[in-house]
């Protein structure tokens, strides 16, 4: 039986796999916990490296869970590191293993140098463009970037249609992504929007439960302290509906009762 080991030391928070099918987190987390259990389910032994809080159970869906600390990278298998190369670059290649790097980011944390480049046996994009701007930036590494994609829990939303049956409102919008990939625009334009659409919704998830971890994280991130009290301002009009971190299962009833 072939070893994956998914190590994700990129974090703001301590997390684990229950962040995703519970309590809510981001996608880069998400995408970690559900690779490890579907990988598992396909008959592979996975080890997923994370920064796991005390109280968490490390067997769970046929994966085993460790600390980042505890990582043993002189075991075989293939290494999956995610968002970043700082790690990569301390690591010394042994026989057996196969070093990936997947770039949920436009570029990872860390170096991006030719020694680096020569340990990694694959390093995967999430599409053309982002592909081509990798290149660009990392040409040592041309020649070993894949094209991979975002995850959709088909088994999920079909789980939720078949629980009960939800009505679309077409004038009912969502925004489920990072507050500051966008939102500030789309708060500022949606008055425009309920002049012409009255009864016009707007719910935003997500939440800025990591831009305040950031905050407190560095100063160099202060100017977000701006940007979140802006946001605040902007929440306080009619028709908009701040929801924050919610479970996965409840954010997908969302998008399947929304019309945008």
């Known amino acids: 039986m072939q070893k994956i080991h998914l190590y994700s030391p990129v974090h703001f928070e301590k997390w684990d796999y229950r962040n995703s099918t519970e309590k809510g987190i981001g996608g880069s987390e998400t995408c970690h916990t559900e690779m490890a259990w579907?990988?598992?389910?396909?008959?592979?032994?996975?080890?997923?490296?994370?920064?796991?809080?005390?109280d968490c159970d490390?067997?769970?869906?046929g994966t085993h869970w460790h600390r980042l600390e505890d990582a043993d990278f002189s075991q075989p298998g293939l290494w999956v590191f995610f968002?970043?190369?700082e790690q990569i670059e301390t690591l010394e290649k042994k026989g057996?293993?196969?070093?990936?790097?997947?770039?949920?980011?436009?570029?990872?944390?860390?170096?991006?140098?030719e020694e680096i480049a020569a340990k990694v046996d694959r390093v995967l994009s999430?599409?053309?463009v982002h592909k081509n701007?990798?290149?660009?930036?990392?040409p040592a590494v041309r020649d070993k970037l894949v094209i991979t994609s975002n995850g959709c829990k088909l088994d999920l939303i079909e789980e939720v249609e078949s629980s009960q049956t939800i009505q679309r409102n077409q004038k009912r919008l969502i925004y489920?992504?990072?507050?500051?990939?966008?939102?500030?625009?789309?708060?500022?334009?949606?008055?425009?929007?309920?002049?012409?659409?009255p009864d016009l919704e707007l719910h935003c998830f997500y939440g800025c439960d990591n831009i305040e971890k950031l905050i407190e994280f560095n100063p160099k991130f202060s100017h977000y302290k701006s940007f979140v009290s802006n946001l605040k301002k902007l929440l306080d009009q009619p028709g908009v509906?701040?929801?924050?971190?919610?479970?996965?299962i409840e954010l997908y009833r969302e998008w399947l009762s929304s019309g945008i």
């Open 133 to 138: 701007y990798v290149a660009s930036i990392w």
């Open 96 to 113: 057996g293993q196969e070093f990936w790097l997947l770039l949920q980011d436009e570029r990872p944390v860390g170096r991006l140098t």
């Open 176 to 197: 489920a992504s990072s507050p500051d990939r966008g939102l500030l625009t789309l708060l500022k334009l949606f008055p425009k929007a309920k002049e012409i659409v």
């Open 241 to 248: 509906t701040w929801r924050g971190r919610v479970s996965q």
């Open 126 to 128: 999430y599409c053309p």
């Open 38 to 54: 579907r990988l598992a389910r396909r008959g592979y032994e996975v080890h997923s490296y994370s920064p796991l809080p005390d």
């Open 58 to 61: 490390r067997e769970w869906r």
């Open 83 to 85: 968002r970043s190369t």
